[in-house]
C-alpha cells in the first residue's frame, strides 16, 4: 500500500510539474519548438555543432535596439543551440553571424522535406 501511494504522489506531482513547465514556457520557445515540431522531450541538436540543444537563441538580440515594436520571437530570429554555442554567440559577433547563416539554411532545408 506504501508503495503505491508513494507512486501515486509521485505521478500527480510529475503531471502538476510538467503542467507547470508547460505554462511557464516562454514564446520564443513555444516558437521553436512548434515550428520543428519538436516536443519538450525530443532530443533538439544545436543547430551549430549538432550536440543537444538547451537554449532557443534570439539571433538579432531583443535588447540591441532598432525598431522597439519589431517582433523578435519569429522562427527566423531564433536558433536552438547547446550551452557553449548560445555563450559564443551571445558574445562574438562573428560567431552569432554564422549561426544566422546556418540557422537560415536549416529552416529552407526543413520547409522543401516537410
Given at each position: 500500500m506504501k508503495s503505491?501511494?508513494?507512486s501515486y504522489v509521485i505521478a500527480i506531482?510529475?503531471?502538476h510539474f510538467v503542467g507547470v513547465i508547460k505554462k511557464?514556457?516562454?514564446?520564443h520557445t513555444k516558437i521553436y519548438l512548434n515550428f520543428?515540431?519538436?516536443?519538450?522531450?525530443d532530443f533538439i541538436p544545436c543547430e551549430y555543432c549538432?550536440?543537444?540543444?538547451v537554449d532557443v537563441h534570439h539571433i538579432d538580440n531583443r535588447g540591441m535596439g532598432g525598431d522597439p515594436k519589431a517582433n523578435k520571437d519569429v522562427i527566423e530570429n531564433l536558433a536552438g543551440l547547446c550551452r557553449d554555442c548560445h555563450n559564443k554567440a551571445e558574445h562574438i559577433p562573428q560567431?552569432?553571424?554564422r549561426v544566422k547563416q546556418i540557422h537560415l539554411k536549416f529552416i529552407e532545408l526543413w520547409k522543401q522535406n516537410h
Open positions: 503505491f501511494l508513494v506531482y510529475t503531471k511557464q514556457m516562454k514564446k520543428f515540431k519538436y516536443g519538450e522531450q549538432n550536440s543537444r540543444a560567431f552569432n553571424h
